[in-house]
């Protein structure tokens, strides 16, 4: 059988050349801002990398209060290449989280949710609520003891919320404390919830992508100079992903993602306990809130002012629909300036203190 | 709804009607039983009127009154006295009526007044109540009651019993009036404060004049250890005077009993001291067991340099060049050594690999069974034998050389990672070189084919 017969009768159940000439087709458009075209994908390259990574870890952990620490002990000591599969999962979870950030604030600032890519917007919006939990939640699977203080404070500060506070506190921890029955959910939540809530708005979102075609400012909307998506973007692409992993190895080699003690329940918090960066800025607001702001809970108003803002973002497109109402847009433009500004300043502000 | 309205409509009809619904509840009330009711209630707050009027106290109404401090103190001190907090009151101790009104009446004779007692009858004064088992019994089952005859045993008891009146008694360290249990943190006598009330008179040259012992106890013991764990590290259950000397029948322990004092709590120290050929020794020459290397007082934190055959070492103090012990300590010391040279070694590369992001906290831990052989180790010193002392460094050494490898291991690893890196990045960027120049290489054709 030649290659020739091989590939007719694939096309024939697969519709291969269809695809293929879709794919010819595709075309992304070259103006002064295409760079930010290119960390959605940066970001779904990485996520690859956590799921190959994570199901190599898979082989090797235990989800258990007794094992968890001696098991990712022995994946950084005993196991071939594990200190380097443990590393560029941790280093590439946190690359991931900060390349999303990078893509969703060119998408505000660029207006890409216009319609009709407002459902391209939420998947997204939610893609980041995920991402986060998944961050917040493997981050206690090592089970040691930043870890450990780490999550009883997280969940602690859910558990401040009126009303729902308490009941998805003691959802989260499996009871009143951070136990092993937390870590055994948070591993489920981890490797199962989470990846399959991904999977399907990942779907959506590339989907949505492909269907609508990449947004284009409407100030260079005129210009009509594009690129082939088949394979002059593509092959870019694929130049950032063999960087980027580049980028995990320096780290992995260089910076082993480091396992700490194991969590003791028993033990003090240790001091200056803080959570991971992209927590910072929330925790620091936490901190520099007064106990006491107009007769209300400082702490209670904190994180319903970051609920509120977490709300806000799913209707931004449908506030912000069209580039003809200049007062909206400006408004929107300083509300993103300064929630970015404050984000940074804040994060720079926790490390410091 | 309807329930609503109904519940309404009774509710109303209620407060009109209930002073009539009570005067129905009077009339089936039989009038004897009323009576004997507003008896009894009575017959409550008489008894209830006489109860208060008893707690009444003349003794600290008029003394605390009185403008002279030195019988005025004793009414205001003792609201704080845990004998007052117990129930009692002056009379409880001094006898006398604290219901009477005049000072006559309340000092009579015959009522039982005994007044302020004299130093030598303190001690059977306090034991009336606390050397009786049945009346302690009621305020508190655990407590002791023999202080009083234990106090009798005691130098001080001694010297009071001979007549001499300058010696503690119970007030003299437990105070007076204003007397608090010994868990109190404010009582002279809570564990951190108990130096402090002895030394009132034992640090003092011009009090303890004439008794013949010296006077600066107070003053070394608060270079010990014991004393650093006590008040730095706020470690109660480190000793202070009463633990070595005895509380009620404080005597200084003899030659003979000092290793009983100290193996109290350092057992098994002084348990291997009496199996090795040191207490013969000590015993023959009339030297006090423990105190003749670690002193008394001021019991400093002890240290390697005090075994061993060098300037300095307590050993050649008693052995000379040549002779067994002097072969053994010199021995001991170089084990010693050895040992903590191997873990500090260790402990560097290991730390250093570390440093450096390499997971050790498997060899770290392990580590610590070299450090507790090390303990050990200085332990078993008070054996005098290099074979019990060898038993121990020898797998503490061997711990430390598994530390120190797995350190050279991890750094080996380091820079087997660190080439690694160096390949991988060649491989990795002649690979995005190659994709860049396939991508330079169509778009050069696509440019063409326009």
């Given at each position: 059988m030649k290659i020739d017969d091989i590939k007719l009768w694939l096309d024939e159940r697969l519709s291969i050349s269809t695809l293929a000439a879709m794919a010819q087709k595709k075309e992304v458009p070259l103006h002064r801002h295409s760079i930010w075209y290119y960390f959605g994908g940066m970001t779904l390259f990485l996520f690859t990398v956590q799921v190959v990574t994570g199901i190599l870890l898979l082989l090797y952990y235990r989800p258990s209060s007794e094992n968890a620490f001696e098991s990712v002990q022995f994946i950084m000591t005993e196991v071939k290449f594990g200190w380097l599969i443990r590393s560029i999962h941790s280093w590439s979870a946190n690359l991931m989280i900060a390349t999303l950030f990078i893509h969703m604030f060119s998408v505000f600032f660029l207006r890409s949710y216009y319609p009709p890519r407002e459902i391209t917007w939420l998947s997204g919006v939610f893609l980041l609520f995920i991402v986060i939990c998944f961050g917040f939640s493997g981050y206690l699977l090592p089970w040691n003891k930043l870890a450990f203080f780490a999550t009883k404070v997280g969940t602690e500060i859910a558990g401040v919320v009126p009303v729902v506070g308490r009941p998805i506190m003691r959802f989260l921890r499996g009871g009143d404390d951070v136990t092993g029955a937390t870590l055994t959910r948070f591993f489920g939540f981890h490797v199962a919830v989470l990846p399959a809530t991904a999977t399907v708005f990942i779907a959506v979102h590339v989907l949505l992508v492909q269907l609508h075609g990449m947004h284009v400012p409407e100030k260079y909307e005129h210009t009509h100079r594009k690129m082939k998506f088949f394979p002059n973007f593509i092959l870019r692409d694929l130049i950032g992903w063999i960087l980027a992993i580049g980028v995990l190895a320096i780290l992995a080699a260089l910076f082993p993602w480091e396992l700490g003690e194991k969590a003791d329940a028993f033990t003090p918090a240790p001091a200056g306990i803080k959570p991971e960066w992209y927590f910072l800025f929330m925790f620091q607001t936490l901190k520099l809130i007064p106990a006491k702001v107009l007769g209300l809970d400082g702490e209670v108003l904190g994180i319903m002012a970051f609920n509120v803002v977490a709300m806000l973002l799913f209707i931004v497109p449908f506030v912000d629909r069209s580039p003809e109402n200049r007062r909206r847009r400006l408004i929107l433009n300083v509300a993103g300036v300064l929630a970015l500004v404050y984000i940074v300043g804040m994060t720079i502000y926790g490390y410091v203190t | 709804m309807t329930r609503l309205r109904k519940m309404d409509r009774q509710a109303k009809q209620f407060q009109k009607e209930w002073p009539a619904h009570l005067a129905r509840v009077l009339q089936r009330l039989n009038a004897r039983v009323t009576l004997r009711l507003f008896l009894r209630l009575g017959i409550i707050l008489t008894l209830f009127t006489l109860v208060s009027a008893q707690k009444k106290s003349s003794c600290i109404e008029c003394h605390s009154k009185l403008e002279d401090t030195r019988l005025s103190a004793p009414a205001k001190l003792f609201d704080n006295d845990i004998h007052h907090a117990r129930g009692l009151s002056c009379n409880d101790c001094h006898g006398g009526d604290p219901n009477a009104d005049t000072r006559e009446g309340a000092k009579d004779p015959r009522k039982g007044y005994l007044g302020k007692p004299k130093t030598l009858d303190i001690p059977a004064y306090c034991g009336k109540?606390?050397?009786d088992a049945t009346l302690m019994k009621k305020f508190n089952p655990s407590l002791r009651v023999d202080q009083e005859k234990e106090y009798y045993t005691s130098n001080h008891g001694k010297l009071l019993k001979a007549g001499e009146q300058r010696v503690a008694t119970c007030i003299s360290c437990h105070s007076v009036h204003g007397i608090r249990s010994p868990k109190d943190p404010l009582s002279s006598v809570y564990p951190s404060n108990v130096a402090e009330t002895c030394s009132k008179c034992h640090a003092s040259a011009d009090y303890m004049r004439g008794f013949g012992i010296p006077n600066d106890q107070y003053a070394k013991y608060k270079t010990s250890v014991h004393a650093k764990a006590l008040y730095e590290k706020q470690d109660l259950s480190a000793p202070t005077c009463?633990?070595?000397?005895?509380?009620?029948?404080a005597t200084p322990p003899g030659i003979a009993s000092v290793a009983n004092v100290c193996g109290q709590c350092h057992a098994r120290q002084a348990e291997l001291f009496q199996t090795s050929p040191h207490k013969a020794a000590f015993d023959q020459k009339q030297l006090a067991e423990c105190l003749t290397c670690h002193s008394n007082h001021a019991i400093a934190k002890p240290g390697d340099q005090m075994i061993g055959t060098q300037q300095g070492a307590l050993c050649i103090n008693c052995h000379s060049s040549g002779d067994k012990g002097f072969v053994a300590a010199g021995l001991m010391r170089s084990r010693i050594d050895e040992l903590i040279g191997s873990i500090d070694k260790s402990t560097e590369i290991l730390n250093r690999a570390e440093r450096a992001g390499m997971e050790v906290s498997k060899p770290k831990f392990e580590l610590k069974g070299a450090t507790d052989a090390l303990t050990h180790a200085r332990v078993l010193i008070h054996s005098s034998s290099t074979a019990e002392v060898e038993k121990v460094v020898a797998p503490g050494l061997e711990a430390a050389g598994k530390g120190y490898q797995a350190g050279l291991g991890a750094l080996a690893e380091r820079s087997y990672r660190r080439k690694g890196l160096a390949v991988s990045l060649v491989f990795i960027l002649f690979l995005a070189g190659l994709v860049y120049l396939k991508v330079r290489q169509i778009e050069s054709r696509q440019a063409a084919e326009k």
């Open positions: - | 109540c606390h050397s009463n633990d070595c000397h005895g509380n009620h029948g």
